[in-house]
C-alpha cells in the first residue's frame, strides 16, 4: 500500500509538472530507437505505475556501466556480453556451457516489483530478438518445437518456484512463423502470458530461454517483458458469479468449506449455474471468493457503497430446505450474513459485516432474493487481503447460491484504458492458430464431505430435480448401498454409474450392456455368491472384446475420482486356428510381400520404397546379405522416427482380412550418438540401452491415429553389438488396420540421438495362425521392492491414442533400486488366434499378464481416447471361480471435454469366455461417515531447513500431510519416544493408500544419497495391534509398509520408486518400529516438477501409526555409490584445464553395461572430478574413497596402460591419484592421496583404487571443494565405475581399548599424526623384545610429538580409563637420554601426556603426569601410566588426541606398548584396604609418589622376605609413598588398624634411626601415617598415630601400628588417600608388609 501511494504521488507530481489541469492525459508514444513504452492515463487513475511497471527486465540492453551482465544471473549457464545487436545502442548475450536443456539466458523477476503492478488477468508481452549456434559456434535454422532435438527451436519460460517449495515451467512458444528465419540474422521472437494465481503466489519466478540442446548457444538482443492490463470493471467484482465459466467452481475458493456446481439448480434459463456448500469446518465457514484489490483500487473509495445480490437456498444438515427466521448466531433457523474477511497490514484479521438481508417472504423450498450492502472505510482501503463470503447458519447446515454479484452503488465514471501497443511482427509470419498457455490454477482448499447426502426430493423445487444419468437410463434406488456404508459423493447424482449391475433384472438386452468390438452377451445362471443371474461375453476373438457400459460425463467433473468393483470369472475354450494355405488371395501378385524394396537394392534408386519416418536414410554397402544394401536412419527427430515406408493399402484391400497376422523380418545394428554400435538390452521405451521395436502408425477414418506395436521375439541376451541381428515379431491384422486411411510401419524407439541400420527387410502375411510362448513367469523382486499399480498394463496400452497428442506415447514405469526385470517394464503383447489356456487361468503378478484390465473409451469431438486401469486386488486368480476386481481411475481435465463416455473389461486372449457380475462404478470418497479429524494447514514453506513438515506431529494437526486416494487421516494422541501426538491413518479401503507429503526436491543436492527415518505401528481392522511379515513387500495379508515416491516429469507423464524398510529387526506389534530408507537423488527426482513421499502396502484395513519423520542427508556417503548404468553423468565434468571429455563407456566393473569415461586429456593437470557437498564435513572426520579404474592408451590404438603405483605425475607409467581441490578466492590448493590398495596392476582389468583422508579446517573455511581423478599422462584415457566416498570406520571400535595396534607390529598408522610439527617412522626392536617400536622426531616445539586420534563416540563423561604406555627418549645423535621426572619444564624434562580437545572451533589442551613411581632409565623401557577420567570438554569434543610432549626440543620419543584401556578397579575388599602389600611380586601396582619422589623395588625385606619398597629422592617431609582408598568401604564408626614394617636410610644408603619424641618437621622425625579427603573443594586431614611404643632401631625393620576411626566427614567425602610422612628430605623410606585391615564396628 505504502508503494502505491509513493508511486501515486510521484504521478500527481509529475503531472502537475506538465499541465495545469489535474485531468490533463500523459501522452503515450513509442520510442524507436529506445524501445521504451509509455503507456497513457486519464482520469487520475494509476493504470501502469509509470516507469517502475514498464519494464520487468533489468539491463535489459546488457549496456549497464561496469557489469554489462548486471541482473543477468539466471539460468545454470555461463554468459558473456557482446557488441554487435540488434539495437545500436545494445550489447547482446551468448550463453553458453549450459547445464541442460533447460539451461538458458535468463533473470530473476522482482516480486515487490510483481506485488506492485501485476493482478490475475494481466497479460506479459515478450519480445526479443535472437540467433541459435551449434555446438561449433556455426549458426543453423531451426525447425520444431519438438524438446531437445538438433533443430528445435526455443521456448520461453517462467521458472515457478510455489510456496511449498514445487517448481514447475510455464512455457510459451513463439508466435511469429518460422517460414522466412534467416540462421546468421536476428530473428524476432514474441510470446505472451497470462499472469494466473500461480504466478502471483510464486515464491521465485526466474524468465529463461531454453528447450534447445544443451550443446548449442544462444545469442539474444533487446529482451523486453511488460504488462498489458485489461480495464477494470466494477459492475461485477465477483469471479464466475453466475457459474457460466469453462471450470464452474473458477472463482470460489473460499472459505473453509466444500463446494460443487449444481446444473439442476438453475435459477434463470440463461445457463447460469448455482452452487452448493457444505462441509464447514465452523459456523463463519461459507462460499466465498477472494477479491481482487485492482478492484478495490480502480472502484472504491471510502465512503463507495457496495451492493452484494444473490439467490440462496439454505439447508440442514440432511439437505431439507428450512426458513431462516432469526439472527442469532448457529441455531437452527438462522439466516446467513454477508462478511469480508479484512486482512490488515498488520497481518492481523476482522470481519466486516453488511446489512441484515430482508427476510419477511423467505420461501421454504424456493430461492430467495439475498441482498446485502456495505460501506467501504479505511481499514477495507488498507487491507492487504479481502475475501467475501456467507456466514452464520450452523456448519453441518448447507448454502445453495445462485447468481451472485458484488457491484457499486453508482460507481464512479471510469476513462477507457489507453496502451499503446509494443509493434508487432508481419502479419504473413503470424501461425494460423499460436500456441497460447493458460495456466492452471492450484485447487483450492477444500477437504472431502464425510457425512451422508440424501438427494432433495423433487416436490421441494421442480428446478433442482435429480435428473437421469442417461436418456434410456432408469435410476434404481436398489443401486444404492445402505446409508450406514454409503459415502456421500462430491457430486450429484454420480454415486452409482452402472445399471443393472447385478443382472438380477433378468435381462441385457438391448441397454445399457453391449460388447466391445465384438461377442456375445447372454445371461447364464447363476451368478456370482449363488445369485440368479450374472453376464457371460462369449464368442471373444481377441483380447479387446468385453462387456460395456456407457458412463454419465455429467459426473466428469475434473480430479473426481471413481472406483470400479466387480467380481469375474474366465472360462477357457478352444479357439478354432484359421488355415490359409488354400486361400487363392495368396496367389495374386503383391499378395506374399508387402516391404517393398527390402533389400534396398533397388537399380536405379536404392532407397525405392523406404520414404519414411522423420529421419535421414542413407544406403550402406554391404548389408546382412550378398546381394542386399542396409539403410541407415540418423538424424531422427523424435523417438517415434526410424526407417520405414508407406503400406500400400490397395494390397491391403486384396491380400488380408480380419484376424491375418503379419509377420515382419529384418536384421538390425543400433549405434550410439558417437555411431558407437552398443547392444540393447530392454524394451523399455527411450532408454540408452532400449532395443528398436516394429509400429504401424494407422490413420482412422476420423482422423485420428493409433499405434501397433510388435517388439522383438526371441532373447535380448543374444544380441551381439557390431552384428547383424535377426529381428521377427507378428502384428495382428484388426478392424483398425482395414479401415485406416494411411498406414506407415517404422522401426522405432531407441533415442532420437541414435541411429538404426535395416537390412534384409520382409513383412508378409502367416498362413498359419501364430502361436504365443506362454506368459513370463512371475518378475523376480528384491524383498524390499514392490510396484505400483501402475505397472500392470496391457497391450491395449500399445493401440492407444488420441490424435497427435502425447498420449500415443504411453510410458510404461520403471522401478528402482533393484529393477524388476526386462520384462517387468515392458508392454505385453497379448495374441488371439488358437490361444488355449488352462481353464481360465491367469497371472494377476506377471507382467504380461493376460488377466482382466479396465478401459475407460473417452469420445470427443475431435477424437478419442482410451485409459487403462489394472485391478489392484492382485491375489491368486482362481481359474472357472469368480475373482475381485478392483479399480481405479481419475477424471483429468481433457476428459471434462467429453462428449461420450463408456468402460469395459478386456485383456484375457480371444477364445477365453468372461463372465461378470456385481459391477459397481461409483465416486470414490475416501472418508467414511462420522469421521472427525483435526486439519491443519497444508501450506508448505520452500525453506529447507524443514524437508519434513510436522513430521512429528506435535503441531497437533495434520498440517503438511495429506491422505493419498482417501482414508482418514487424523492425530492419535501418543507419540514415539514419549510424545504427545502421532498420525494414524485408517479407513484404508486399498494398499496403495496412505500418509502422504510434498517431496521439497529443491532442498535435495543432485547425485548424494539421504535416508527417511520414521516410526511405525499397525493396528487391524478390530483396532488390535499387528505385526506385519518384513520379508513381505507385496500385496498380501502380512505385507509391511513400503516408501513410494510419486514424480512428476515436465512432460506430465507420472512414475514411482519403491523403498523397502533397510531396518532388518522383525516387526513388534507392540512397540513403535523403525522405517529406514536410503535413497539416491537422481536426474529423475531433481528434474520432477511436482513429487511426494508415501507410505503404503499394509493391506486394506490396516491402520498406520506413523511418527518421526525426517529426511535427512546421509553424510556418510559424500558420493553415493555412482556407477553409469543409469547412462547419466549426474555430478561429474571435466575439471581445472585437463581437456577432454566425459562420456558414458559400454564397459563396466565386474561385468556391469556401463562406466563413466574421460577421454582426450590434453594437460597433465586436472581430470574428471565430482563436487564434495561440504555441508556434510566436520574437521577430523575420516572418509574412503573407493572406484575402480582401468586405463587405455588413446594414442596407441587403445590398448590397456600399465602403471606403477606411487610413481611421480610425470612418469609414463603413471597410475591415477585422488586429489581434494581447495577453491580459495584468489588461488586453488590441491591435496593428493596415492592408491592405498597394494596389490599389482592388472592392464587388462579394473584395478581397485582406495584412499582415505581426513576432513581439515582448510577444507571448510574456502569456496568450493572438488575431487579429482588425476594423474595419469596426455593420451590415457581413464575408466572408473563403481565410486563411492563413505564415512571411513576403521575396524570397529572398541570403547574399552581406544588404541588399536599400540604394539606397532602390523605396521597401521592410520589414526597416528602429528601435533605442531614432527614426523615418525618405526623403529627397530620394541617392548618386551618385540620386532618394532614408534619414534617420533623433527619436534621443533616442546609441545611437538606424535598424537593419536580417539575414537570420540567412546568417550562417555565420567568414564575412566588407564593410559599405560613404555617410553624411551634418544637424543638427535641416537644416544640414550635420562630426564628428571621430578622436573616439570626445561631440558631435563620427561615425557607428559597431553589431551587436545577441538569442539566448535575452540581448542583446550589438559595434561597428565607419569604417576608410575619409578625413577627413569635412561638405557630401558620405562613404564607410563595414569588413570584418565572423561570429563565434559572430552565428551564433548570434535576432535580428541593425546600426544606426549615435554622433552626438549629435537629430542625423539620412542614408544611402545600403548594402551589406553577401561579402568577396572581392583575388586572391593573392605577388610583390607591397601593393593600390593609386599614386594614379592616385583610390581608397583597401586604405589604412588606423594608429592614427588621415586618407589623402587630392592633386594631385602622384612622377616627375611626377598623384597621390599623404597621411597626415595625425597626432597620435602610430605613426601612418601601412597595409595588410594575404596570410600564405598568407609561406613562411619569403622575402626581400621594400620601396621607396616618401617626402616629409614640416608641417600647414600646409610642407616639412620628417628627420635619418636622429637618435634614435627626437624631432622629426627619420625614417619607419620597421615589420611586425607576431599568433599567438593574441602580437603582435611587424618592422623594414625604410631601407637607402637619402643625406640626406633636403625638396622632393623621397625613396627607400625595406627589406628584409624572413620568420622561422619570420611564417610561421606568424595576421595580419599593414605600416605607416608615426616623424615626430613634426603631421607629413604624402606618399607614392608603394609597392612590397613577392620578390626570393628558397623
Known sequence: KLIRSALFCSLLIAKFAQTTSALAPISSSYDEETGEHVVTFENNRLLNELSICDQFLKNRHANAQGDPLQDWDCCDNSMVAQSFSYQATSNSIKSYNRASVHAGPGQVLDLAQRDTCLSVGDVLEFEVFFMLLAHDDQPYMCNTDVWNQPLTCPIMSLGVTKPEGSFVFVNSYNEIGRSDWVPDEWNRFFTTVTVDEMLMQASKIDIRFRGIPKSNKFVISDPSLRAVRPPVPCDQMLVNGDGKAEDPLDGWNCCWNQMISIPQAKFKADGSLGYKSYQHASNSAGPGQYLDLLHRDSCLEVGTKMIFEAHIMTLDAFDQPYVCSSDTWAKANTCPILSFHVTKPSGSKVFKNGSKSPRADWVNNDWNLFKSSFVVDDVYMAATEINIRLRGI???????????????????????????????????????????????????????????????????????????????????????????????????????????????????????????????????????????????????????????????????????????????????????????????????????????????????????????????????????????????????????????????????????????????????????????????????????????????????????????????????????????????????????????????????????????????????????????????????????????????????????????????????????????????????????????????????????????????????????????????????????????????????????????????????????????????????????????????????????????????????????????????????????????????????????????????????????????????????????????????????????????????????????????????????????????????????????????????????????????????????????????????????????????????????????????????????????????????????????????????????????????????????????????????????????????????????????????????????????????????????????????????????????????????????????????????????????????????????????????????????????????AQLKLETENGDPFYCNKDKDSGDEACPMLGFEVTANGTTTVMNKANHHPENWKADDWNYFHTKVTVDHRMAQGDKVIFYFRGPQVGMGVIMDDVHMDIYEPPAQDCLQLITNTNAENDSLMGWQSNEGGFITIRDGGSMGSAHSFVHSHRTAHYMGPRQDIDVGCLVEGKIYEFNAHIKLELEDGTPFACDKSAAWKTELTCPLVTIKCKTGTTIKSYYANNLYGVDWLENEFNIYRGEMEVKPEMATAESCYWYIQGPSAGKNIVFDNINLRYVSGP
Open 394 to 1364: 450452523p456448519k453441518a447446515n448447507r448454502y445453495l447460491i445462485s447468481d451472485a454479484r458484488l457491484y457499486v452503488d453508482n460507481p464512479p465514471t471510469q476513462a477507457p484504458i489507453t496502451e499503446t501497443a509494443i509493434p508487432t511482427a508481419d502479419p504473413t509470419n503470424l501461425p494460423t492458430s499460436a500456441p497460447t498457455h493458460t495456466p492452471t490454477l492450484p485447487p483450492t482448499r477444500s477437504s472431502q464431505p464425510t457425512y451422508f447426502t440424501p438427494t432433495i426430493p423433487p416436490t421441494a423445487n421442480p428446478t433442482i430435480a435429480v435428473t437421469t444419468q442417461h436418456p434410456t437410463f432408469s435410476r434404481s434406488p436398489t443401486n444404492y448401498p445402505s446409508k450406514s456404508a454409503y459415502i456421500a459423493p462430491r457430486t450429484e447424482g454420480c454415486d452409482m454409474l452402472v445399471n443393472n449391475g447385478d443382472f438380477e433384472m433378468g435381462s441385457v438386452d438391448p441397454y445399457p450392456w453391449n460388447v466391445n468390438q465384438g461377442g456375445i452377451l447372454s445371461l447364464v445362471s447363476p451368478g456370482a455368491g449363488g445369485s440368479n443371474y450374472s453376464l457371460k461375453v462369449g464368442g471373444r476373438e481377441t483380447e479387446h472384446y468385453g462387456p460395456k457400459h456407457p458412463l454419465s460425463i455429467a459426473c466428469f467433473n475434473k480430479d473426481a475420482q471413481f472406483e470400479v468393483k466387480a467380481n469375474i470369472k474366465l472360462v477357457a475354450t478352444t479357439a478354432t486356428s484359421r488355415k490359409l494355405q488354400s486361400d487363392s488371395r495368396f496367389d495374386q501378385p503383391g499378395c506374399t510381400q508387402f516391404i517393398v524394396n527390402g533389400l534396398a537394392n533397388a537399380a536405379d534408386n536404392p532407397k525405392e520404397g523406404w520414404n519414411c519416418c522423420e529421419n535421414n536414410l542413407s544406403v550402406l554397402s554391404p548389408g546382412f546379405s550378398a546381394e542386399a544394401n542396409a539403410i541407415k536412419s540418423s538424424n531422427r527427430w523424435t523417438v517415434n522416427s526410424g526407417p520405414g515406408q508407406t503400406f500400400d493399402l490397395f494390397s491391403r484391400d486384396a491380400c488380408l482380412q480380419l484376424e491375418d497376422k503379419l509377420n515382419f523380418m529384418a536384421y538390425l545394428k543400433t549405434l550410439d550418438a558417437n555411431d558407437q554400435p552398443y547392444k540393447c538390452s530392454t524394451d523399455v521405451f527411450n532408454k540408452p540401452l532400449s532395443c528398436p521395436f516394429l509400429s504401424f502408425r494407422i490413420t482412422k477414418p476420423d482422423g485420428t491415429k493409433v499405434w501397433k506395436n510388435g517388439y522383438m521375439k526371441g532373447s535380448k541376451d543374444d544380441w551381439v553389438a557390431g552384428e547383424w541381428n535377426h529381428f521377427y515379431t507378428t502384428i495382428n491384422v484388426d478392424q483398425d488396420f482395414l479401415d485406416a486411411t494411411e498406414i506407415t510401419l517404422r522401426v522405432r524407439g531407441i533415442p532420437a540421438e541414435n541411429s538404426i541400420l535395416i537390412s534384409d527387410a520382409s513383412l508378409a502375411s502367416e498362413l498359419e495362425a501364430y502361436v504365443p510362448p506362454a506368459p513370463t513367469p512371475n518378475p523376480t523382486m528384491s524383498a524390499t521392492i514392490a510396484l505400483d499399480e501402475s505397472f500392470f498394463r496391457s497391450s491395449s496400452i500399445n493401440e492407444t491414442t488420441f490424435n497427435e497428442t502425447s498420449l500415443n506415447e504411453t510410458e510404461i514405469v520403471e522401478g528402482i533400486e533393484g529393477e524388476i526385470t526386462e520384462n517387468g517394464t515392458a508392454p505385453a503383447l497379448l495374441s488371439g488366434g488358437n490361444v488355449t489356456e488352462s481353464p481360465g487361468s491367469c497371472d494377476p503378478l506377471s507382467p504380461t499378464s493376460m488377466c482382466p484390465i479396465l478401459t475407460i473409451h473417452v469420445i470427443y469431438e475431435t477424437g478419442e481416447e482410451h485409459r487403462y486401469s489394472p485391478n489392484i486386488a492382485l491375489v491368486k486368480w482362481e481359474p472357472d471361480q469368480y475373482n475381485e476386481f478392483h479399480a481405479f481411475f481419475e477424471i483429468t481435465e481433457m476428459m471434462t471435454n467429453a462428449i461420450e463416455a463408456y468402460f469395459y473389461f478386456e485383456g484375457p486372449p480371444g477364445g477365453i469366455d468372461m463372465y461378470i457380475d456385481d459391477v459397481v462404478v461409483r465416486e470414490f470418497q475416501p472418508l467414511p461417515v462420522g469421521n472427525t479429524h483435526v486439519e491443519g494447514d497444508d501450506w508448505m514453506t520452500s525453506s529447507c531447513d524443514e524437508i519434513v513438515r510436522n513430521g512429528d506431529a506435535e503441531t497437533g494437526d495434520t498440517a503438511g500431510w495429506t491422505a493419498r486416494l482417501g482414508g482418514r487421516l487424523s492425530i492419535r494422541p501418543e507419540g514415539a519416544d514419549g510424545t504427545s501426538f502421532s498420525f494414524e491413518h485408517n479407513a484404508r479401503t486399498s494398499f496403495i493408500m496412505g500418509p502422504k507429503h510434498i517431496l521439497k526436491t529443491n532442498c535435495f543436492t543432485p547425485g548424494m544419497q539421504y535416508v527417511l527415518n520414521a516410526k511405525m505401528k499397525l493396528l487391524d481392522e478390530n483396532g488390535d495391534h499387528f505385526a506385519c511379515d518384513k520379508n513381505h513387500t507385496w500385496i498380501d495379508d502380512v505385507s509391511c509398509p513400503i516408501l513410494t515416491f510419486e514424480l512428476t516429469s515436465m512432460s506430465g507423464a507420472k512414475s514411482w520408486k519403491y523403498f523397502g524398510n533397510m531396518d532388518m529387526e522383525p516387526w513388534k506389534a507392540l512397540f513403535w518400529n523403525d522405517f529406514t530408507v536410503p535413497f539416491i537423488v537422481n536426474e529423475e527426482i531433481m528434474n520432477a516438477v511436482e513429487a511426494f513421499f508415501f507410505i503404503e502396502r499394509p493391506r486394506a484395513g490396516i491402520t498406520i501409526i506413523l511418527d518421526q519423520v525426517t529426511i535427512d542427508r546421509d553424510c556418510t556417503k559424500l558420493i553415493a555409490e555412482s556407477n553409469a548404468e543409469d547412462n547419466s553423468l549426474l555430478g561429474w565434468e571435466v575439471m581445472y584445464g585437463s581437456g577432454g571429455y566425459m562420456a558414458i563407456h559400454p564397459e563396466g566393473h565386474a561385468g556391469s553395461m556401463n562406466s563413466y569415461g574421460f577421454f582426450g586429456r590434453t594437460t597433465n593437470v586436472g581430470g574428471p572430478g565430482h563436487p564434495i557437498d561440504k555441508s556434510c564435513l566436520s574437521v577430523g572426520n575420516l572418509y574412503e574413497f573407493k572406484a575402480w579404474i582401468k586405463l587405455f592408451d588413446e594414442l596407441n590404438g587403445n590398448q590397456p596402460v600399465d602403471c606403477k603405483k606411487y610413481s611421480s605425475t610425470d612418469s609414463s607409467s603413471t597410475c591415477p591419484a585422488l586429489s581434494l581441490v581447495i577453491n580459495k578466492s584468489d588461488s586453488t590448493k590441491t591435496l593428493t592421496w596415492q592408491n592405498r590398495d597394494k596389490t599389482t596392476w592388472v592392464p587388462e582389468e579394473f584395478n581397485y583404487f582406495t584412499a582415505v583422508f581426513e576432513v581439515t579446517q582448510e577444507m571448510l573455511d574456502f569456496g568450493k571443494l572438488n575431487l579429482i581423478i588425476k594423474g595419469t599422462r596426455i593420451g590415457v584415457a581413464v575408466l572408473f565405475d563403481d565410486v563411492k566416498i563413505d564415512l571411513y570406520e576403521p575396524p570397529e571400535s572398541n570403547c574399552d581399548h581406544l588404541v588399536e595396534d599400540g604394539h606397532f607390529e602390523s605396521g597401521n598408522l592410520l589414526n597416528w599424526g602429528f601435533r605442531q610439527s614432527g614426523s615418525m617412522h618405526f623403529y627397530e626392536g620394541g617392548y618386551n623384545n618385540s620386532t618394532q617400536s614408534l619414534i617420533c622426531v623433527n619436534r621443533e616445539m616442546v609441545g611437538a610429538g606424535c598424537s593419536y586420534k580417539l575414537d570420540n563416540s567412546c568417550l562417555v563423561e565420567g568414564k575412566e580409563y588407564m593410559f599405560s
